[in-house]
C-alpha cells in the first residue's frame, strides 16, 4: 500500500499523533487530550479534543472519522454524529464528539484511543436536475425492500 502524506500540526504537546496500530489498518487512532479523565453517564455526549490538527493533501480527499469498535460494543460509546466529516480546507484541532449508548457511565482516561481516523478518495457531485431517472431492479424499495433486514 502506497502510503501518501497528510502534514499533521502538534496543538498541545501532550497530544499524540495519529498511529496506526497495525500495518493493516485502515484508519490511525485518535487519542483524547484529557487534563483529568472525563466520565460519561449514559446517554451523555462530550466533545473531547486531540490537540492535532491535520493538512489533506488536496480537495480530492477527505478524512472520516469513526468510532472504535471495542469502545462501542464492549461500552456503548460510539460518535455523537456516527461519522465524522474533515473536509479537506478544514485546519482546526480534530475534537471528538461522543455519547455512551451503554447503560453505565464510561470513563475516558487522558491519552486513551478515542477515535479512528481514515483519509479517503472523495469527488463532488455536479448535481443535474433530471425530471426522470433510470430504472433499475429495486426500483423505489426502501427499508427492507431487498429482503434482507
Not at 67 to 84: D, M, Q, Y
Not at 101 to 130: H, N, S
Not at 137 to 149: C, D, I, K
Request: net charge neutral; proline share 6%; charged share 20%.
Amino acid at each position: 500500500m502506497e502510503a501518501k502524506t497528510v502534514k499533521y500540526k502538534v496543538l498541545d504537546p501532550r497530544a499524540k499523533a495519529p498511529a496506526y496500530a497495525t500495518a493493516g489498518a485502515a484508519a490511525a487512532d485518535l487519542c483524547a487530550l484529557l487534563d483529568a479523565p472525563l466520565t460519561l453517564a449514559p446517554g451523555q455526549r462530550a466533545t473531547v479534543p486531540t490537540g492535532i490538527a491535520i493538512e489533506l493533501p488536496d480537495a480530492n480527499c477527505v478524512a472520516l472519522l469513526y468510532a472504535r469498535s471495542g469502545l462501542a460494543i464492549k461500552h456503548g460509546l460510539t460518535l455523537s454524529n456516527c461519522v465524522g466529516v474533515i473536509d479537506s480546507d478544514y485546519r482546526g484541532e480534530i475534537r471528538v464528539g461522543l455519547v455512551n449508548l451503554g447503560d453505565a457511565p464510561y470513563t475516558i482516561a487522558p491519552g486513551e484511543r478515542i477515535g479512528q481516523l481514515c483519509i479517503t478518495p472523495v469527488w463532488q457531485a455536479a448535481f443535474v436536475q433530471a425530471d426522470e431517472l433510470g430504472g433499475t431492479a429495486r426500483g423505489e424499495g426502501g427499508f427492507g425492500s431487498t429482503g434482507r433486514l
